[in-house]
C-alpha cells in the first residue's frame, strides 16, 4: 500500500514538473512574441534623405515630338550611261569634290579615233561648202549643188557633236558639288549601263523626313522652328519646317513633314535616325517638374509632398517633459545631504534598468527631442498625392491637376518612400542633372 501510495506521489510530482517546465516554454514563447510584436508596433523607421524641389509656375516652350530619318538636300547614287572597261578612278573615299568634276574613265580609245575622223570629214565638207557658196556667187554653179554641199556640212557637224556626246559617256562627273563616298569598282573591270559606281551627298544641309498624328496637324505651319537630337536630352541642331504634305496617309493617319536643318560640321549623316521636335508658341505660368519626381503605378501617377509632421502627432511626446523635470527635481532634493556624483552614478543604471515593455516611452520620448532642440528644422513627413501628367519636355513634366505652387516634392529615392514617412532634405546633389555637371559647377 505504501509503495502504490509512492508510485502515485512520483507520478504526480513528476507530471507536475512537466506541466511547469511545458508551462514555463509556453508562457516564455508567448511573451517573447508579445514583446516583438509590441516592439515593432511601436518602432519608428529612420527618417529618410531625399532631394526635393520647390513647385513654382514657370515658363514652358510646348512641342510636338516624333521620329524621323536624315537625308541630304542634294544627294545620289552615280551609275555610269554606256558600257566600258574602268581606265582610271579619279576620287577617293569621303573627298569632296566641285560640280563637274570628273570621278570616273572609261576606255575611249575607240571613240576618240572615230571623233578625230568625223572632225577630217566636217573639215572637207565644210570646204566643199565653202566652194559651192563661192560658185554661186560667181553664177557658175547651181542651185542644187549648193544644197547638197550645205546638207553634208550640216550632217558632218551633227555627227560631230554625237561622237562628242559619246566620247562624254564615257566620263562620270559630279553633278554638284559633294563628299563622295566609297568606290563601288575597280580599275580593269567592265561596266554595263546602270552600274552604280558612288554615292554624292552634299552634307551642308539636311532633310529632315518625319510624321505626325492627324490631331496634331493644325499647330504645324511653314517655318516653324524644329530642333534635332542624337540621343539623350540634348538637341542642338535646329532648323525651319520647309514642306507639309497635304495629304493624310488613310491607313496610319499620319502626316508626313519635311524640314531642313544646316550641318556646318558634318555631325548629320544620311539615313540617320534622330528625335524631332517642333517648338510651339512659349507659355506662361505652368507648373511643372521633374520627371524623376513622377511615380507611375498601377493605381495612377503620383509624387511625394513633404510637409511639416502635425502637431497631434507630437502631443503625446510633450507632457513627459514636464514629469520628468519634478522627478529631476526630487532627486535634487534628495541629493543634498549626498555627493552629487554617486548620486549621478546611482540614477543612470536605475533608468537602464526599467522593464522591458516602458522601453517605448524613453524611445517615444527622446526621438522628438532631437527636432526640439534645433527649432529651425521641424520633423517632416511624406504626403502621397495622386497627379495629373500633361505634357513633356526636356526632362520635365507637366502637372495638370493635383499639385499647387509652393508645394516641396521629392525629386528622388520614391522606391523606398511610403506615406507618412518622415525624412529628411538634402538638396546638396540634384538627381535630375548629371555627375559631370554638378562637379563642373562645384
Known amino acids: ?160 557633236n554625237r561622237l562628242q556626246a559619246v566620247l562624254d559617256q564615257k566620263q562620270l562627273t559630279a553633278p554638284f558639288a559633294g563628299t563622295a563616298g566609297i568606290p563601288k569598282i575597280d580599275i580593269g573591270q567592265y561596266l554595263a549601263p546602270g552600274t552604280a559606281v558612288v554615292t554624292l551627298q552634299d552634307l551642308d544641309t539636311m532633310r529632315v523626313d518625319f510624321s505626325v498624328p492627324e490631331q496634331q496637324l493644325p499647330l504645324l505651319k511653314i517655318g516653324q522652328t524644329v530642333r534635332l537630337g542624337l540621343g539623350g536630352g540634348d538637341m542642338p541642331f535646329a532648323g525651319a519646317i520647309r514642306g507639309i504634305d497635304p495629304k493624310i496617309d488613310p491607313s496610319s493617319r499620319l502626316v508626313n513633314i519635311r524640314a531642313e536643318v544646316a550641318n556646318p560640321d558634318g555631325k548629320l549623316t544620311p539615313g540617320q535616325f534622330v ?12 507648373l511643372v517638374l521633374p520627371q524623376t519626381a513622377l511615380t507611375t503605378s498601377l493605381y495612377g501617377d503620383y509624387i511625394f509632398v513633404v510637409q511639416p509632421a502635425k502637431p497631434a502627432a507630437a502631443a503625446p511626446t510633450q507632457p513627459a517633459k514636464p514629469e520628468e523635470k519634478p522627478a529631476a527635481a526630487a532627486t535634487d532634493k534628495l541629493a543634498d545631504s549626498k555627493p552629487v556624483d554617486s548620486k549621478a552614478a546611482d540614477a543612470k543604471p536605475a533608468d537602464a534598468m526599467k522593464p522591458a ?14 527636432p526640439a532642440a534645433d527649432p529651425a528644422k521641424p520633423a517632416l513627413v511624406l504626403s502621397q498625392v495622386f497627379v495629373k501628367p500633361g505634357r513633356r519636355n526636356q526632362g520635365m513634366v507637366e502637372i495638370v491637376e493635383g499639385l499647387k505652387a509652393g508645394d516641396e516634392v521629392v525629386t528622388a529615392g520614391q522606391n523606398r518612400l511610403f506615406n507618412g514617412m518622415s525624412v529628411n532634405v538634402d538638396n546638396t546633389i540634384d538627381p535630375t542633372k548629371s555627375a559631370n555637371k554638378q562637379a563642373g559647377q562645384q
Not at 275 to 286: D, G, I, K, S, W
Not at 357 to 370: G, L, R, V, Y
Open 1 to 160: 500500500m505504501f509503495k502504490r501510495i509512492l508510485r502515485i506521489v512520483i507520478v504526480f510530482l513528476v507530471l507536475l514538473v512537466l506541466v511547469v517546465v511545458v508551462g514555463g516554454i509556453v508562457g516564455f514563447n508567448f511573451l517573447r512574441d508579445n514583446g516583438i510584436k509590441q516592439y515593432f508596433a511601436t518602432m519608428k523607421p529612420p527618417a529618410a534623405t531625399v532631394s526635393t524641389t520647390i513647385a513654382k509656375p514657370s515658363s514652358w516652350t510646348p512641342g510636338v515630338e516624333a521620329i524621323g530619318t536624315v537625308r541630304a538636300v542634294r544627294g545620289v547614287d552615280l551609275t555610269v550611261e554606256t558600257t566600258g572597261i574602268v581606265k582610271e578612278i579619279l576620287f577617293h573615299a569621303n573627298q569632296k569634290v566641285d560640280d563637274n568634276a570628273v570621278l570616273l574613265q572609261l576606255d575611249d580609245a575607240v571613240e576618240r579615233a572615230d571623233l578625230e575622223a568625223q572632225k577630217a570629214q566636217a573639215v572637207s565638207d565644210q570646204a566643199a561648202f565653202t566652194r559651192a557658196i563661192e560658185l554661186q556667187r560667181r553664177g557658175v554653179g547651181t542651185d542644187a549643188t549648193l544644197d547638197a554641199a550645205r546638207a553634208a556640212a550640216s550632217a558632218s557637224a551633227s555627227q560631230v
Open 275 to 286: 528625335r524631332v521636335r517642333v517648338e510651339l508658341p512659349e507659355e506662361q505660368n505652368v
Open 357 to 370: 515593455a516602458d522601453a517605448s516611452k524613453p524611445a517615444d520620448a527622446t526621438k522628438p527631442e532631437k
